[in-house]
C-alpha cells in the first residue's frame, strides 16, 4: 500500500535554529497538510497545499513557518527560528480528495533544547 | 468555530468487552467523518469514514460508527476489543464548503488489560 515518508524521524534542535521537516507524499495525491501534536495534547492543523499554493493555514503557521513543494515529489516544512514551544510531533498528510480522507506519514518529533 | 469532541479522555476495559466510544461534532452542514487509530509509537491510521449513504459504516478490525444526524454524533463501537487494541483514537470532521481541513478531537486512550 502507498505511502507518506516522512524524514528525519527525529529531530533535535537548538532554540533559533532553522529546521527543515520533509514528506514524500503519495504519487497521485493532490492535496497535502501539516499537523503537529504537542505531547499529550490534540492533533492541530497547520497548513494545507493544493495547486502549488497554500490554501489554508492556522494560526499556529504564522511568519515562522513555511512549506514549499520544490520538485514533483517532495513537500517540506521550515521553521526559521524555533521556539522550545515547537517541541512536537509533526505530521504530514496527503490525499487525492479529502473526503476521502487523508493518509498520514509516521511523523517527524521535533525536539528544540 | 467547529469543533468535534470526544467525551471519554482515558478507557479502561478487558479484554472481550465491549467498547463505544463517543464522537459529536458542533457543524450542521454537510459533513464527513472519520475515526483515526494511533497505536503507540506510531503513525495516525484511518479507521473509517462517512461520507454518505448507509449511516452505520464498518472498518478495519471489527470496528464500526453510526452517524446519527440528528444528534451531531459518530460513535465508534467494537464488540469484543482485544489487548492489541490498545491505542488512542481519535474522531475528526470535514466541514463542506470551503475548507477541506480535518478537524481532530482531543482523542481517547483506550487501554485493554488481558
Known amino acids: 500500500e502507498p505511502e507518506v515518508t516522512q524524514t528525519p524521524s527525529h529531530q533535535v534542535t537548538q532554540m533559533g535554529q532553522e529546521v527543515i521537516l520533509r514528506c514524500v507524499p503519495i504519487s497521485n495525491h493532490l492535496y497535502f497538510y501539516w499537523y503537529r501534536q504537542i505531547l499529550g495534547q490534540k492533533v492541530e492543523f497547520l497548513v494545507s497545499?493544493?495547486?502549488?499554493?497554500?490554501?489554508?493555514k492556522s494560526e499556529i503557521f504564522d511568519d515562522q513557518f513555511s512549506v514549499e513543494r520544490p520538485d514533483g515529489s517532495n513537500f517540506t516544512l521550515k521553521i526559521r527560528s524555533t521556539k522550545l514551544e515547537d517541541s512536537a510531533m509533526y505530521f504530514c498528510?496527503?490525499?487525492?480528495?479529502?473526503?476521502?480522507?487523508?493518509?498520514f506519514g509516521s511523523g517527524t518529533r521535533l525536539t528544540v533544547v | 468555530a467547529q469543533s468535534v469532541s470526544q467525551h471519554n479522555h482515558h478507557v479502561i476495559l478487558s479484554e472481550a468487552a465491549s467498547l463505544e466510544l463517543g464522537c459529536n461534532y458542533s457543524y450542521g452542514g454537510t459533513v464527513n467523518l472519520f475515526w483515526y487509530v494511533q497505536y503507540p509509537g506510531q503513525h495516525l491510521q484511518l479507521l473509517l469514514k462517512?461520507?454518505?449513504?448507509?449511516?452505520l459504516v464498518k472498518g478495519i478490525k471489527g470496528f464500526e460508527a453510526e452517524f446519527i444526524k440528528s444528534k451531531f454524533s459518530f460513535n465508534l463501537r467494537k464488540p469484543s476489543v482485544q489487548w492489541s487494541d490498545t491505542a488512542e483514537y481519535f474522531c475528526?470532521?470535514?466541514?463542506?464548503?470551503?475548507?477541506?481541513?480535518?478537524?481532530f478531537g482531543t482523542g481517547t486512550l483506550l487501554a485493554v488489560q488481558p
Open positions: 462517512y461520507f454518505s449513504g448507509d449511516p
Open positions: 475528526a470532521v470535514i466541514v463542506g464548503g470551503a475548507t477541506n481541513k480535518l478537524i
Open positions: 498528510a496527503s490525499t487525492p480528495r479529502p473526503i476521502y480522507g487523508y493518509t
Open positions: 497545499f493544493y495547486n502549488n499554493e497554500i490554501s489554508e
